[in-house]
């Protein structure tokens, strides 16, 4: 068990540098399985960036599609943009040519009112004119028809006077009518003056717009210049190319990104909140498994100390036992020899008492003596020496005490005997060592207390003779005593020795003392600490390191999820932090570029709105030209108004002035209606007429005729103006100012008439370029329909003004992006180029370290690390590769070390674990256990099962132990028994010799306190078990030899062996008594060895009486024996007689085995002969007699009986003998 112990303490040794190496080989694997977890993420790195790739240059090849498709739409636009040209000339020249048709028109309508107005003008001055020729030729027929009256001067006064308040009237109706004209001119005025003033404040509103248009139109130019500047600004800062990209088509780009990572950043916020969920959770289960771990700790750590506390008082206690028994110093455990430190404890202190108690006894009687004799000048005797004989037992060949030797006689012999007073006083021995036995004693003669008498066995046969000297030996100090010098030298002696063995006694006393207190400790701490508690104890701190073991596991893994939940987080935060970074980025450049496209917009707004204000301004300006052209007009008209108003006024003054107006204002004015010539010309005719002149009727006639002339040709020209000009103003008057006006019209109709020419042959020129226009418009067209079949026109948007700027951007645009799209083809087939070669290494890699399993999770790069590996792909994946190249040698050096670990457990379990289950079981853990957790869990089962193996063990020695004491007690019972048994013997050799009994053989066994052979027979184990121990019994394969072990133990545990060692070495003396021929046993008793000089007759009767009453002892244990039988039981002896044949030698023997009860058979050599049918009274022979055949012989069968023994003896075998024959002996 204890090989078993340190077997299992070898298992528990070799599994933990297993499990170590076993340990190593995970971390490397866990190193490894990083490493390709890092692989496989630069792996899906490199895939993605070649999807990436992938797509970078289908989304090339789209834009190169997009650039055709645009560089076609560009050619169309171009098309579309030289039909619009085009159109837009000849629209212009469509306005140009409508306007200049408006103009002339517009002209001939002037002309036209011109015209009219001239037309109605001289109407009316004809009109006036024959109404004045009228009314003179009115005056001039009246006149005639007066010249057939006669008047008188007072008439004439009266007529005069009448003509000049006529002209007076004429006057004031000419005052009148130029005030009418002139209200009339200022009403006319009046209007035009409003509509100046109206269309002066139009035309300055419209200019006032017009500025406000242009300062508007200038702020949004402002506006639109800041928000290019701005757009080109936002550009610059937002595209990588600007030249190449646009905001527009990069935002979609960009607003798709920002939603990947807007979901993305969800996606890993919902994980990480899922992690953070496992994290706390992980957290949760780590704290409590932490408390666990603590509260097991706790207990672990008070185990450990209580378990500490037990092993320092256990070595302690170990060292307190070595030093009373250095061979205890070995010991690792009180509890393994419990049993064994308990009896030999025990027995030590038992044995100590008793030499306590023959010190104390030596004590008192060395005291006694000192107290008895101290004071004394005169002696008085005491008594001493029975301890000595069993030392002596050894030496002597016989020696005894009287009584010993009285009791071994019969009762009868003892009677004789019992007269004799110094038997308690005396010492037997043989007459050959009766002088050497005197001696003896008298070297010891100070020791002795009383006189001793030294008898021989001879001696004492005759002791009841009266007058037998007697040989004294008296105590020195007798001697001494009788000299009161000698006496006070002997006081001295005896005080030392009272003094000494008082010493003795209390060294005797402290050692004993300390084996008590050795005792007691060891009780107190068996008590205070039983085995079953202790065990238990163990038990549940082995539990408990098991449990804290499997806790620290479980807080690992825990710890593996949290740093596996924290990288997560660390990653996913590092992952937000940078998608969230771009997402800023991106959004910043969303919220850019939305603010470009809202500038963009705007800008287009306001170019719309520039547009309008330009087409506002446009039209103001025509409405300002229109309006000043009108104001113009207006202005001439009023001009032309304010002159007639100054004519007007200059005519009222001229009449006012008028020295007839002045001269006639006292008069009383008549309102005639004549005209001023009729007038002027009645006054010169009433004036001539007072004066007496007249005029001839000739005169009158020819005035008449000259006034009628006149009024026929106004006739005609008012009837050819009519004709001309049904149309013509018939109402209007002719004003006091119509010859100005007259001349003015003429002088603007031929202004108007020349305006008028040039814009027909303008309006002409005009119609010529659009007709031209339209042919080249026409042309553009059918080119457009040729290039562009079945396809309409570019619809633009923007005014045709900003489509060349636009088209020239998009050529200079398309131009720049075909070199940039070239440039990025070139950029991505290189990048292309390198991811590939990248994948490539990596295949390469996968092939061999295969970190593209399903079960290896991806670890993914952080943004430092992919920019690292997109700038030096082939350098990052040159490290990617070493790295898992170190770790795959890592690995395969620890799994190469694992293995030898593995080969040299599985060769220790095979040479070292003799028990075949723990060796299959460790065997097939360390074989099918493949993970580190299954190994650890191996291993827990391993070692449970390695602690329980040791308990069992422990307990097995402690049973054992017990078990042993048991064996070592059953051992002692049995030498015990032995020795009474062997005392029997003797017993079973007594025959009747006369009327008395005498034992032929007589057993002096050596004595020996019971605690004494106990220890001896423990030593004796002890120095067994060192012996098994030893490499003696080892065979050539260092392992135990069976054989020779059970060879030796059956040899150490032999009876023989065992009194031996129980007897410390002390022969049993034999004595014998011998047998005469003549049937007499000799009363002295013989030594073995001087019974070994007998004669060879001799040595064969003792042997054989010793043989034969070991046979009745051996018979009489095995049945009970009927003592009216005088044989009751048989011995077979095979030759026994040798050459012996003498009366003198068998006699004996036969008459020994009759005494005992033996009937003898025996298988002889011998020839028939006398003292055959002396002893045997059946005789069986068998005989060889020759046959024919001289190779072979016959052998026959003869019995022999002795009739008159039987008839005397044994009548009943007699008739038993005849009835059946006994043909075989065999």
């Known amino acids: 068990m204890k090989e078993t112990i340190e077997e299992n303490k070898l298992i528990q040794q070799e599994l933990e540098r297993y499990v170590e190496t076993y340990e190593e080989f995970h971390h490397q694997e866990l190193a490894y399985t990083k490493a390709k977890q890092r692989a496989k993420g630069v792996w899906l790195e490199t895939l993605q960036q070649k999807q990436a790739g992938e797509n970078e240059l289908n989304n090339n090849a789209a834009q190169w599609e997009e650039w055709r498709q645009t560089e076609a739409a560009h050619r169309q636009k171009r098309a579309t943009y030289d039909v619009l040209v085009e159109e837009a000339c000849l629209r212009e020249l469509e306005r140009e040519y409508e306007w200049a048709l408006a103009q002339e028109k517009e002209k001939e309508e002037e002309l036209w009112r011109l015209e009219r107005d001239y037309d109605s003008l001289r109407l009316a001055g004809y009109k006036e004119a024959k109404k004045r020729h009228d009314e003179a030729l009115a005056y001039i027929e009246a006149e005639m028809a007066k010249r057939k009256d006669d008047e008188t001067l007072a008439r004439c006064e ?199 108690e023959a010190l104390l006894v030596q004590e008192r009687i060395v005291s006694r003596l000192h107290d008895a004799y101290g004071e004394q000048d005169v002696f008085f005797a005491d008594p001493f020496l029975a301890e000595q004989l069993a030392s002596w037992k050894n030496q002597f060949d016989f020696v005894a005490t009287g009584v010993e030797y009285l009791q071994s006689l019969t009762e009868d012999e003892r009677a004789n005997k019992q007269a004799f007073p110094l038997w308690p006083a005396a010492l037997m021995t043989t007459a050959k060592a009766k002088e050497r036995l005197v001696q003896k004693v008298r070297q010891m003669n100070d020791r002795l207390q009383l006189p001793i008498v030294v008898l ?290 003429e002088e603007q109709i031929a202004s108007a008439q020349e305006t008028l020419k040039r814009l027909k042959q303008r309006t002409q020129e005009a119609l010529k370029r659009k007709e031209r226009q339209s042919g080249v418009v026409q042309t553009k067209e059918q080119q457009f329909r040729e290039k562009f079949p079945n396809e309409a026109r570019w619809p633009f948007a923007a005014p045709l003004a900003d489509i060349a700027a636009q088209l020239e951007a998009e050529q200079e645009a398309l131009a720049k992006r075909k070199a940039f799209l070239e440039q990025e083809r070139e950029r991505l087939a290189k990048e292309m180029k390198s991811i590939e070669q990248a994948a490539r290494q990596l295949e390469v890699a996968k092939e061999v370290h295969h970190f593209n399993a399903p079960p290896i999770a991806a670890l993914s790069l952080s943004a430092e690390e992919a920019t690292a590996f997109s700038y030096d792909r082939r350098g990052f994946i040159e490290g990617v590769t070493e790295s898992l190249k170190a770790g795959k040698q890592a690995v395969e050096a620890a799994k190469e070390r694992v293995e030898r670990a593995k080969r040299s457990f599985r060769e220790f379990c095979r040479t070292s674990i003799q028990d075949m289950k723990m060796q299959q079981m460790a065997i097939n853990g360390i074989e099918h256990k493949e993970t580190y957790e299954d190994i650890i869990s191996f291993k827990k089962h391993m070692m449970k099962s390695v602690e329980s193996a040791t308990n069992y063990a422990n307990e097995h020695i402690r049973q054992k132990d017990a078990e042993l004491q048991a064996f070592i007690n059953h051992i002692h019972t ?187 058979i025996a298988l002889t050599a011998h020839a028939e002969g006398k003292f055959l049918r002396d002893y045997f009274p059946i005789i069986y022979s068998c005989r060889l007699r020759p046959s024919s055949d001289p190779n072979k012989q016959i052998m026959t069968q003869e019995k022999w009986i002795h009739h008159a023994y039987f008839q005397d003896h044994a009548p009943k075998s007699l008739e038993r003998l005849g009835e059946t024959e006994q043909l075989e002996l065999f």
Not at 294 to 315: F, H, M, V, Y
Not at 502 to 513: D, G, M
Not at 1029 to 1054: C, P, T, Y
Not at 1055 to 1083: A, F, H, P, W, Y
Request: glycine fraction near 4%.
């Open 158 to 356: 009266e007529e005069l006077e009448m003509a000049r308040r006529a002209l007076l009237g004429y006057f004031m109706e000419q005052l009148e009518k130029i005030g009418q004209e002139e209200r009339s001119v200022r009403y006319e005025l009046n209007p035009i003056q409003t509509q100046i003033e109206q269309w002066t404040k139009d035309i300055e509103t419209l200019k006032r717009t017009a500025q406000e248009a242009g300062e508007k139109r200038a702020g949004i130019q402002s506006v639109i210049d800041a928000r290019e500047k701005d757009m080109e600004s936002i550009k610059q800062r937002l595209l990588a190319n600007p030249s190449q990209q646009s905001v527009e088509e990069e935002m979609g780009k960009w607003i798709e990104r920002e939603q990947w990572l807007d979901e993305e950043i969800v996606r890993l916020r919902q994980e990480m909140k899922q992690s953070k969920q496992a994290e706390r959770a992980a957290e949760a289960n780590k704290e409590a498994l932490q408390k666990q771990w603590a509260k097991q700790q706790a207990a672990s750590e008070a185990l450990a100390q209580r378990l500490e506390t037990l092993e320092n008082e256990e070595q302690a206690l170990i060292q307190t036992l070595a030093s009373l028994r250095p061979q205890w110093a070995a010991l690792d455990s009180v509890y393994i020899q419990e049993e064994t430190i308990r009896m030999r404890l025990q027995e030590e202190i038992e044995k100590r008492m008793k030499e306590r």
């Open 456 to 745: 021989s066995t001879d001696e004492a046969a005759r002791v009841e003779e009266t007058g037998m000297p007697h040989e004294w030996i008296a105590p020195r100090y007798w001697e001494e005593a009788s000299d009161p010098a000698l006496f006070g030298a002997w006081k001295e002696r005896i005080r030392e020795s009272a003094r000494d063995m008082t010493q003795r006694r209390q060294e005797k006393e402290a050692e004993l003392r300390l084996w008590q207190d050795a005792q007691q400790a060891w009780r107190a701490f068996l008590a205070a600490h039983p085995y079953e508690a202790v065990e238990s104890l163990r038990a549940e701190h082995a539990e408990r390191l098991r449990s804290i073991e499997q806790l620290t596991l479980a807080i690992d893994k825990e710890n593996a999820r949290i740093d596996e939940c924290r990288a997560h987080l660390e990653r996913a935060g590092s992952l937000i932090g940078q998608y969230e970074e771009e997402w800023r980025g991106w959004r910043d450049k969303i919220k850019d570029a939305g603010q470009y496209m809202q500038y963009k917009k705007e800008v287009q707004e306001a170019r719309k709105q520039a547009q309008a204000l330009d087409e506002q301004l446009a039209a103001l300006a025509k409405d300002i030209a229109r309006l000043g052209s009108r104001l113009e007009e207006a202005r001439a008209q009023k001009t032309e108004l304010k002159e007639r108003l100054r004519s007007l006024e200059a005519q009222r003054r001229a009449v006012e002035q008028n020295y007839d107006y002045r001269s006639l204002r006292s008069l009383a004015p008549i309102y005639s209606r004549e005209s001023e010539e009729v007038i002027r010309a009645k006054i010169d005719q009433w004036k001539l007429r007072i004066q007496g002149i007249e005029t001839t009727y000739s005169e009158w006639q020819t005035k008449r005729e000259f006034r009628q002339n006149e009024i026929d040709r106004l006739t005609n020209e008012i009837n050819k103006l009519k004709q001309k000009r049904p149309d013509l103003d018939e109402t209007r008057t002719f004003p006091s100012d119509g010859a100005q006006r007259l001349e003015r019209l």
């Open 974 to 1160: 049995h030498l015990r028994t032995l020795v009474e048994e062997l005392r029997q013997i003797p017993n079973k050799t007594r025959v009747k010799v006369g009327d008395e009994w005498k034992r032929i053989f007589t057993f002096t066994i050596p004595e020996w306190e019971e605690e004494v052979g106990k220890a001896r027979i423990r030593n004796h184990i002890e120095w067994m078990l060192q012996q098994l121990e030893s490499e003696r019994f080892l065979n050539e394969h260092g392992q135990q030899d069976e054989a020779k072990v059970r060879k030796e133990i059956e040899m150490w545990l032999q009876s023989k062996q065992l009194l031996q060692i129980v007897m410390n070495n002390e022969g049993m003396k034999v004595n014998c008594r011998k047998v005469t021929n003549d049937n007499k046993v000799t009363t002295r008793s013989y030594s073995w060895e001087q019974s070994n000089v007998w004669s060879g007759g001799e040595k064969w009767s003792k042997n054989m009486t010793l043989f034969l009453g070991i046979l009745n002892y051996v018979a009489e244990k095995k049945q009970r024996l009927q003592p009216t039988m005088k044989r009751h039981r048989t011995v077979i002896l095979d030759n026994p007689f040798g050459k012996a044949s003498s009366d003198h030698v068998l006699n004996p023997v036969f008459f020994i085995a009759e005494q005992l009860g033996f009937q003898i």
